[in-house]
T-cell receptor
Framework: QKEVEQDPGPLSVPEGAIVSLNCTYS??????FMWYRQYSRKGPELLMY????GNKEDGRFTAQVDKSSKYISLFIRDSQPSDSATYLC??????????FGKGTRLSVIA | DAGITQSPRYKITETGRQVTLMCHQT?????MFWYRQDLGHGLRLIYY???????DKGEVPDGYVVSRSKTENFPLTLESATRSQTSVYFC?????????????FGSGTRLTVV
């Protein structure tokens, strides 16, 4: 079992929909949780990070962490075609490199 | 130019040849990383470096060599390229093991081994 599991999709939604992206993990040592966005033929870029359980909001994006269930989510409200990208979750065990999920490919259709 | 730069952007090479991918960052970040990204596998860590002259293996190091004589440069060498090394390679950097700014990635090198 991989340390981080993420459904690769693809996920296709109409413009304006609420999108939910999720990752599960098995390592209790993970302390920091991040979401990266990767546009086609580009490198990943940090979208949001959270520490510990709870919610963090940034504009149309909300990151949620449930450490008791080892489950993290990224919600996108009022999705736009410009949100079409691959979204990767990443987790930091503290003193070794980040562990990435495989990414979920999202398409928002106008 | 400020940032992290990878070169070349595209490379086609023949099986058995040696090829070096370059990575240069201008922030003096301590940590640098090399990943490969393949369909179905996501990002896989090849090697990383905590500082000049300090390197460590990642998940898939076989067939690759790295060096870091200067903080700003972290070249990745494929000693004898194989078709299985056809991939998109990303270099990344960060200030510390964990940075609130996360990793900053380059734009990638698309390598094809024929």
């Amino acid at each position: 079992q991989k340390e981080v599991e993420q459904d690769p999709g693809p996920l296709s939604v109409p413009e304006g929909a609420i999108v939910s992206l999720n990752c599960t993990y098995s390592n209790s040592a993970f302390q920091y949780f991040m979401w990266y966005r990767q546009y086609s033929r580009k490198g990943p870029e940090l979208l949001m990070y959270t520490y510990s359980s709870g919610n963090k909001e940034d504009g149309r994006f909300t990151a949620q962490v449930d450490k008791s269930s080892k489950y993290i989510s990224l919600f996108i409200r009022d999705s736009q075609p410009s949100d079409s990208a691959t979204y990767l979750c990443a987790m930091d065990p503290g003193n070794t490199p980040l562990v990435f999920g495989k990414g979920t490919r999202l398409s928002v259709i106008a | 130019d400020a940032g992290i730069t990878q070169s070349p952007r595209y490379k086609i090479t023949e099986t058995g040849r040696q090829v070096t991918l370059m990575c240069h960052q201008t922030w003096s970040h301590s940590y640098m990383f090399w990943y490969r990204q393949d369909l179905g596998h996501g990002l896989r860590l090849i090697y990383y470096s905590a500082a000049a002259d300090i390197t460590d293996k990642g998940e898939v190091p076989d067939g690759y060599v790295v060096s870091r004589s200067k903080t700003e440069n972290f070249p990745l060498t494929l000693e004898s390229a194989t078709r299985s090394q056809t991939s998109v390679y990303f270099c990344a950097s960060t200030l510390d093991t964990f940075s609130f700014y996360g990793y900053t990635f380059g734009s990638g090198t698309r390598l094809t081994v024929v």
